[in-house]
């Protein structure tokens, strides 16, 4: 009788473990941690923002909440932004920044020549693309163009080319420009002159109106716009707006007189049809996710999206208040309705908005490196009189010890350095657990003595 019991007791155990490891693989599965682990990496999950004014006096308000979540949308991993601003020739951007870092690899291990011919053939590509390109990809493009031209005796290019990429980057230092004395002379010139220069402001008018603008890697803006605080020279202007092509172009900021500059931009071929699309959904904001999932899906198709987010926005009180819906990649579509905080905590809101709605997350831990040196020459840092503190980390791009650093700023770690690669082995580890319970648990071929043993406690005299 005990035996039986006991067996049923164990048969229930095994039975909730079973359960148990069921349950917890289902909730890994459905969790985004689980949806993750299976996506590729590399995969882009391509995602479509739009906040739209909830009545005309939120116009403003719309503007800013839909750049902004566009700004945040782009730090999120795994997640690209889709717009309806495209920009010529983007899918050559990959191949230009490759080419870029090749050529700066050259150059640092001495190969001016190799680095010359790839910076030249890449420049009208880059060119192109330039709407797209990031600062940094810029500022090492310059950098490096600069340095490859004044190692072939030709300073007057190289000056230029060093002064567009000191304003673009202002924190690099001569260390970085350790080429040869004469490379650090040069910078330390250049960097003398732009520093003397005074602050200037420009204004940027653009027809259409309210699209936004960006000046170097500053704060996105509406325009029409003020810049101020740039020091006069070249500066890289790009500006977006839905429906039409991206603009963008290195604008010079004089010393003297008025800095405006008045941007005509281009529509694109499928404007009518992309207001056609964007004014259907508009109008179905108030209905239900069913009525409106025909006017999402043809939008989303029309985008080449995988997931579309359309919002109304409002100023309501202390808050953004934002309702609207969101379809996923299945068609699925769901209603969304939030209050973001108009105070110092409305980023972090709107980053865990945007990160529990996309699945996605923030990678806290990349951090933006400098733009990287030459290998460290103590002869030239000596005679070019650069002082190297025994306290002073030195980035050194072809230091062996340093392999897993890449230019961009992100560290270069084998499969066990992703989180993806702990959580599964968590769950294996968890489902080893689960079979060995299993296992000792099992009575069918069980053999030797069982049942109960009685024990019995007596007090000592």
Known sequence: MTNS??????????????????????????????????????EQKRV??????????????????????????????????VTPAPVQSLQLLPQVKADIERAYQLLNGKQVAGAMEILKKVRPTLEQVLPAVDVRTLALYYKAFGVAQMLSQ????????????????????????????????????????????????????????????????????????????????????????DGYEQWASFETV????????????????????????????SRTMKKTPEEATPNLVALKEFLGAH???????????????LKGFHIKQDGSVFPVNRALPRDATLMASIREFLSGLVESFYDIAQKTEGLGGPPIDPVILEQSGIAVDQGTSVFDPDNPVFPTVDRKGKKKGGIWTKWWFWTGVGVIVAGGATAAALLLLNTDDASGPSGTIQINLNPVD
């Open 5 to 42: 019991m006991n067996t049923k007791r164990i048969g229930h155990l095994r039975a909730r473990i079973v359960r148990t490891g069921v349950a917890l693989t289902v909730l890994l599965a459905l969790t985004p941690v689980g949806r993750l682990m299976a996506q590729e990496e590399g």
């Open 254 to 281: 004089k010393d003297q007189g008025d800095n405006v500059l008045n941007v005509q931009l281009s529509p694109i071929p499928q404007k009518a049809e992309f207001d056609m699309k964007l004014v259907a959904v």
């Open 154 to 241: 030709n300073p007057s290019e190289a000056r230029k080319a060093v002064e567009i990429s000191l304003i673009l980057w202002p924190e690099q230092t001569n260390l970085e420009y350790a080429y040869s004395v004469e490379m650090v002379k040069l910078f330390n010139e250049v960097y003398a002159t732009v520093a003397n220069r005074r602050s200037r402001k420009l204004k940027i008018v653009t027809e259409p109106e309210n699209a936004v603008v960006v000046v170097d890697g500053r704060e996105a803006t509406q325009s029409p716009a003020v810049v101020t605080n740039l020091v006069a020279g070249p500066h890289v202007v790009r500006i977006a707006m």
């Open 307 to 321: 997931e579309l987010i359309v919002l109304e926005g409002t100023m309501l009180g202390e808050n953004f208040e």
């Open 48 to 81: 479509a923002v739009f906040v739209l004014p909830a009545s005309e006096s939120d116009a403003r308000s719309a503007l800013l909440l839909s750049r902004v979540l566009r700004e945040n949308i782009k730090g999120l991993t795994g997640v690209e932004l």
